[in-house]
Structures are given as C-alpha cells and as structure tokens.
C-alpha cells in the first residue's frame, strides 16, 4: 500500500505513454500550421470577427467596440474566432479528505495521476500546462508552459507539495476557484481534480464565472469505503495519530452511512449538470488511464 500512498515523480513521468495512444483536442482547422496547434473552441482576439457582445469582465479592453459602445451608451466587445495555443488549467485537490485511500492507493496519488495523463494528453496537442495544486493551508501555482517543460513543472509540483500542519481549516476548494477566477484567461480549459467534500454556494457561484470564458471538466476522486461501509464487524480506524472504534453491525448506521455519500455524489452531478459541466468518476481502485482513455473519447469524439 505504500506505493499507493506517496506521489512517484517517474509514474507521473511515465503516463506519457499511456497519453501517447490518446487523442482528444478539437480537429484542427486549416490555418493551424500557422498558428497554434489547434483551432481553439473560444471567442477571444484572433483572426475572424464573429460578433459584438455587451462587455464582460474578463473581456480584452482592446476588442472594444467604440462605435457600438457610443450608440447604444454601454460598453460592447468585438469577439473574433482565434487559433491559438490553449491554456489548459488544472486545479488539484490535496485537502485531508483526498489524503486517505483503502484500495491501492490514496485519493490524492489518483489525482496527480489523473492531472500528469491529461496533461500530457493536452501538451502533444500545443497547449500550455498549468494550475494551482492545494490544500486547507494553501496553494501552489504552477504558471501556464507550453511543452515537456510546462508538463514537467506541474508534475514536480505535484510531487513535492506538502501541505502545512496544523493549519486554520478552510475550503482550500473555494479559494483555488478565487484564484482561478483571477488568472484564467478566456478560452482556457479548466480541470478539476477533487473529491469536492468541501463544496458549497459560493463554490458553484466561482464555477459559474469561470464557465462563462471558460470550459470546465470535473473529476470527482472517491474511495470505496466512503461509499460503503466494510462487512458488520468492530473496525479501529486511524488517522496517524488516534484511532477510534467503530460497530458496522447497526444496521441504521450502515444505512445513514451510505445515503450520506449518495447524497453528496448526487448533489456534486446536479450542481454540475446545472452548470454543463461534464464530470468524470474515479474510484481509487480504477486505474486512472483507462478510464480517463475511455471518458475523453466519449466528450471530445476522438
């Protein structure tokens, strides 16, 4: 089980080849050998005028349309249709509640898992790698690099982050979307990566500005024994430090056990599914590649 609890820097470096059999950027257009590697699926300053739009915050003052703005006494914004490079953004969960896993190995390993195979998967296709790796005591932020090298920034991010003990608890969660909100440019592609126990409101109100620039992909990371109970039997569980005894033989405990995560599960898909954000579900007992391999075919038709 050690294997499965600590981050190994060469398995993140090794998913490259189970990345290298994936494909899953948008088909590229035919000016995409002048530009970047693909034609990006969003509305920014580029190459074909699309449309005018009220302003939106977050909108380059530079597309500004000054005529219309004049007109109508509000502020409008020229959108074009752009090939470029996309930032690809990827927001890891190492919060206490992903530090745990009871098949093959911790929830935060499976994460990093996950953030090293997309990564690779989205750097063959020209974007550039970044994100925030975090906890309840704080973030790390990896800046946006196209290449192997920005590839490689995250996962050595990834691999070296240590949370700080015994820090003031808070919603590590709510404040990497905060810091998203103020560093994602329009057009990028957002990862979550999170077990979102600490989800609520004003989580789903960040999700909602970020969505409105940008597309965003949930990957919701559980363990089984959050899903169930094990067999009725008295079990000590342990946090490192203390162990606590626990009966499994009450029924109505095994009951409201269950039903507490069903109703967390469902409520993380509708909160989703309310916004059109797609969500993928990882079991620590998956392995993260094939079922990454299986669920970027189904949303990107490759």
């Known amino acids: 089980m050690s294997q499965g609890v600590h981050i190994n820097l060469d398995e993140l470096i090794g998913a490259r080849f189970a990345a290298q059999r ?70 890891v969960d190492f919060s206490a509640s992903m530090r745990f896993g009871t098949r093959v190995a911790f929830k935060h390993v499976v994460a990093a898992k996950v953030a090293a195979f997309w990564a690779w998967c989205a750097a063959r296709h020209g974007d550039r790698i970044g994100g925030v790796v975090f906890s309840e005591s704080g973030g790390l932020e990896i800046k946006p690099r196209a290449g192997q090298a920005g590839v490689l920034r995250m996962l050595r991010a990834l691999a070296d982050y240590v949370p700080t003990a015994n820090a003031e608890p808070e919603s590590g969660l709510r404040k990497a979307l905060q810091h998203l909100r103020s560093v994602t440019r329009p057009g990028s592609l957002i990862v979550l990566v999170s077990d979102f126990w600490s989800w609520d409101e004003s989580c789903e109100s960040l999700l909602a500005d970020l969505q409105r620039h940008s597309e965003v992909v949930a990957v919701q990371v559980a363990d089984a024994l959050e899903q169930q109970l094990p067999p009725p039997g008295n079990y000590a569980v342990s946090d490192g430090v203390s162990a606590v005894p626990i009966d499994t033989t009450n029924d109505a405990l095994r009951s409201a056990y269950q039903q507490r995560y069903e109703r967390h599960a469902r409520s993380v898909q509708e909160t989703m599914q309310r916004r059109a954000v797609n969500v993928i579900s990882l079991s620590t007992h998956d392995d993260p590649f094939t079922v990454l391999s299986r669920e970027l075919r189904m949303m990107y038709g490759r």
């Open 22 to 91: 994936m494909r899953f950027a948008p088909r590229v257009s035919a000016r995409a050998a002048r530009g970047g590697a693909h034609a990006s699926r969003f509305r920014g300053r580029g190459i074909d005028f699309d449309e005018v739009r009220a302003y939106q915050p977050g909108d380059d003052i530079r597309a500004m349309d000054w005529r219309v703005t004049a007109r109508t006494g509000k502020p409008h914004t020229k959108l074009f249709h752009e090939e470029r490079e996309r930032p690809v953004l990827f927001a």
